[in-house]
């Protein structure tokens, strides 16, 4: 177990919907990180927050946003969803603003019918 | 543009069989490389080397960084059924501190 949780663990909507992954990182860490893994892309590296500010952008569509709260959770808003976007979730966390090593959460798997 | 190419993409050996995993790069500006083992889920740390040339040994893992041909190796002698897993070569970015990733090994190990 990492200490990182996110929920849900599997998510299933439509087209043009919106979601809101949740992560809650190892106690301490100030570093979230937000990745998106699929089949035929590999992890990718969408966001990055250090204690409630953004620190690093990947390649994050505009239709997504996240924030980090000041009690360190974060949370990524997927919105006008596409087929694209099933993909598994993951949210990582790390003690410093740099990601020697990070600990990952189990993920979120996202369906979009 | 940063690449990472990992090989072999998928294996599958007997138990006690020895596996060499390669990851080569062109990747600028970064701080170490990393190395994870994916199970299901959640990718786990495993390896952190910053110099060339430096073997760091875990049991029975065991991985090189070679920053002159540009490569990483990480073996893994005497495999377990445990050991099956995607295997992760990972890049933290001086820049802009993001991780980038490898496509991964996928390494099955039967009994």
């Known amino acids: 177990d990492s200490g990182v949780t996110q929920t849900p663990k599997h998510l299933i909507t439509a087209t043009g919907q919106r979601v809101t992954l949740r992560c809650s990182p190892r106690?301490?860490?100030?570093?979230v990180y937000w990745y998106q893994q699929s089949l035929d892309q590999g992890l990718q590296f969408l966001i990055q927050?250090?204690?409630?500010?953004?620190?690093a952008k990947g390649n994050i569509l505009e239709r997504f946003s996240a924030q980090q709260f000041p009690d360190l959770h974060s949370e990524l808003n997927l919105s006008s969803l596409e087929l694209g976007d099933s993909a598994l979730y993951f949210c990582?966390?790390?003690?410093?603003?740099?990601?020697?090593?990070?600990?990952f959460g189990s993920g979120t798997q996202l369906s979009v019918l | 543009e940063d690449k990472v190419v990992q090989s072999p993409l998928s294996l599958v050996v007997h138990e006690g069989d020895t596996v060499t995993l390669n990851c080569s790069y062109e990747?600028?500006?970064?701080?170490?490389l990393l190395w994870y083992k994916q199970e299901k889920k959640a990718p786990t740390f495993l390896f952190m080397l910053?110099?060339?040339?430096i073997e760091k040994k875990s049991g029975r893992l065991s991985s090189i960084l070679d920053k002159k041909e540009l490569f990483s190796i990480l073996n893994i002698t005497a495999t377990q059924t445990g050991d099956s897993a995607v295997y992760l070569c990972?890049?933290?970015?001086?820049?802009?501190?993001?991780?980038?990733f490898g496509p991964g090994t996928s390494l099955s190990v039967i009994p």
């Open positions: 990582a966390s790390s003690g410093t603003v740099t990601s020697e090593k990070l600990f």
């Open positions: 106690s301490g860490d100030l570093s």
């Open positions: 927050y250090y204690n409630g500010e953004e620190r």
């Open positions: 990747v600028t500006n970064f701080r170490s």
């Open positions: 910053t110099s060339s040339g």
């Open positions: 990972a890049f933290p970015k001086t820049s802009y501190d993001k991780v980038i």
